[in-house]
């Protein structure tokens, strides 16, 4: 058994690249023979459309350029899985060069099937190249019908290439794939999935419904979240690229956002220990001049980024410490002690608040 691997993704650092690393994981662990071609370095032109390939030159392109030894790694293998983003609702350019050039395995004429009544071309080398195909998809958007275009085309071009479609993994809302620390457990079961996915597309040519579903697991608690936590990355973003500076600098300063840190923290509160507790919890971090207030009433709590008069305890401390606190690397009653923290009110809510707002389970 042989798989093809084809990645199309010209960020060498972004989350197509995470969620392939995963799924190439699973492969490895079957011990399959696995070729991987990175496509946005192979050098190919766009097919010209010329039919040359059919005709003249039957089988060959008569561009010579870095498809050729492609087409050989295509007509060795069992399995193909191609990794995309999701770009303008569909693949990336790079992987529809690839589609497009691989003309050269099909003949004139046009064939179809009894059991479905698909129309294809005919195909040149029948019995040779892969039976099955999978798909990893990753786009940026919070819907994962955005790649329902893509993941169409794909399972066309399959099949007009004669292959079972094992199944496209969709990984939408990409940029919240690197809340690791708000949502361990949920990031965890995508991880593993992906994993699970190219284990089982590995050794049995397919790749589980369960699976598929896993991998797309939502991340934003609703659309709210995910238009604000896309909006704290995009603004990090254009800050560090205007600076010189990197995609994973980008990333911590996001996962390390306090706006993102207390939506999290706020929504994991603990219903039954806070099922009685009626109080307003007014934050205040003078460094960064922002104030957030929390109400909470009958196990659940709203956030505003606000000061009031009224409250029931009032928190102030610089914005790094109650970071650290959320994280759970720095002690509150300790930073409390050395008077990095100041409470007005009731002391004893302050007490009971890693009770309240407990470690993410999620
Ligand atoms: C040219 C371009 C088009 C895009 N189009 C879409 C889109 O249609 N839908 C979507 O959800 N995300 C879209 N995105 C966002 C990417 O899918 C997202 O940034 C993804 O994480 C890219 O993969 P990467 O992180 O591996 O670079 C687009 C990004 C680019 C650069």
């Known amino acids: 058994m042989k798989m093809l691997l084809i990645t199309a993704f010209p960020r060498n650092n ?14 490895k662990q079957t011990g399959i023979t696995f070729t991987m071609i990175d496509i946005v370095l192979a050098n190919i032109n766009p097919c010209r459309g010329c039919f040359h390939c059919w005709c003249s030159t039957p089988g060959r392109c008569i561009q010579h350029d870095g498809m050729e030894r492609i087409l050989d790694a295509f007509l060795d293998c069992d399995l193909l899985a191609c990794a995309t983003p999701l770009y303008a609702y569909g693949v990336s350019s790079y992987l529809k060069i690839f589609l497009e050039r691989t003309m050269p395995l099909l003949t004139p004429g046009v064939t179809s099937t ?9 195909i040149r080398f029948p019995d040779r190249g892969p039976r099955s195909m999978a798909a990893l998809i990753t786009g940026g958007l919070g819907a994962r019908s955005h790649a329902d275009g893509a ?8 099949k007009g290439m004669n292959m079972t479609f094992a199944g496209a ?25 992906f994993e699970q996915a190219g284990r089982m597309f590995a050794l049995e040519g397919t790749i589980d419904r369960e699976l598929i579903e896993k991998v797309a697991t939502p991340l934003a608690f609703d659309h709210a979240r995910f238009e604000l936590y896309s909006n704290i990355y995009w603004e990090h973003a254009q800050k560090v690229f205007s600076r010189g500076g990197s995609v994973d600098e980008i990333k911590s300063l996001t996962r390390g956002d306090i706006r993102i840190l207390m939506q999290e923290m706020v929504h994991g509160i603990d219903p039954v220990t806070t099922a009685k507790v009626k109080a307003v919890i007014q934050l205040i971090f003078p460094d960064t001049a922002s104030a957030y207030c929390i109400s909470m009433e009958k196990g659940t709590a709203r956030l505003e980024m606000v ?15 109650w970071v650290g606190i959320i994280h759970r690397t720095t002690d509150p009653l300790k930073a409390l002690t050395k008077g990095c923290i100041r409470l007005e009110g009731d002391k004893e809510l302050f007490r009971k608040f890693g009770r309240f707002f407990p470690p993410p389970n999620i």
């Open 151 to 158: 993941v169409t085309s794909l399972r066309c071009y399959a």
């Open 114 to 122: 009894a059991t479905s009544g698909v129309d294809r071309n005919k």
């Open 14 to 27: 972004g989350f197509t690249r995470y969620c392939n690393d995963l799924f190439i994981r699973g492969v």
């Open 169 to 193: 993994l969709v990984r939408n809302e990409s940029y919240l794939l690197q809340f690791t620390d708000t949502k361990p457990k949920t990031i965890k079961t995508i991880e593993t999935a």
């Open 307 to 321: 000061e009031k008069e009224s409250f029931d305890l009032k928190i102030t401390c610089p914005e790094a410490v």
